[in-house]
């Protein structure tokens, strides 16, 4: 494992316990047996989990039915799902960069490189448009929080306009993503913003299982994906947690929910993310060894043993 690799792990690990050790004296007095025997409706919970699994294959049909149509579907959901399980359990998005592990063989580093940061732009503006229409709209009463994240908003809008530029100027640049520059890149986008629209959806579900009104959770849900999406660009523990539950307690604090039932919310839909992604990544993982990924590592295996 790379020393750069290693100091991620070992920092994350240390951020995580700060974190942890902050995070159980701020829900000292909230009783979690309370929180999971309220008004849960565990149906629509579920619901809510397959709708997130759903929404990482659809994202895998950004590869398969945009910029890469020679990848098949299982492999796709591979790269999706391997790495958001891994971010889950690994601190600094470490999972983004163990997808590439999970590409076909023959795939070059500089394609699989590609391939990589493509559709992580792709993320950015899907969070962006989906984002921004929410500030507005989700009805923040705290103005203090609006101003914050117009701020933000506006500032990752900047970055987003500032690397189209560096593409129009620079040839060196604009060549590296030239042959993606086409219609199957726009047929990326749109599968990448449904499948956010789709984690959306999951949201909102998860808030109406936590109890609260289908039309109310409707605005929560916009609050929610603003304030925690934007907030977890930040790299920092396994899961985001502690800033995904300070992301829902700003979003649902800004409608005016006092923050112990919004804690609790924000538990639960933290719980629903794990519930999804962690079965998958382990069900995605043993299949993996099973096909490509599993016969590249035996053969480096092989070549270790019998480097002639």
Known sequence: MPNATKLKLIS???????VIYYSIGAI?????????????SWSLTFLSIAVYIYANYI????YTRGIDRDMDRMTALQIVGLGHAANMVLPFHVGEGLRAAFFPPSYSALRRTKLLIIPAFADFAAIMLVSIPAVPFAGFKDQNLLKALWILTFLCIAVFIVFGILIVLLPRLRS???E??????????????????????????????FGFSWGASIRMSLAVFAATNIINFIP??????GLFEYGTILGLGGLGIDQTTALSASLLLHLIQYAALLPLGIFLYIVALRGQYGAALNRRASLQKNPK
């Open 176 to 178: 590296y993503f030239d």
């Open 28 to 40: 000292k007095d909230l009783h979690v047996e309370q929180v999971f025997s309220s008004n849960i």
């Open 236 to 241: 920092a523990t396994p899961g985001a947690i």
């Open 59 to 62: 994202r895998g049909l950004a």
């Open 180 to 209: 993606y520059l086409n219609f199957d890149s726009v047929k990326m986008m749109a599968w990448v913003i449904l499948s956010w629209v789709l984690l959306l959806v999951s949201t909102w579900i998860g808030l109406v299982a």
């Open 12 to 18: 994350g690990m240390l951020i995580t316990v700060v």
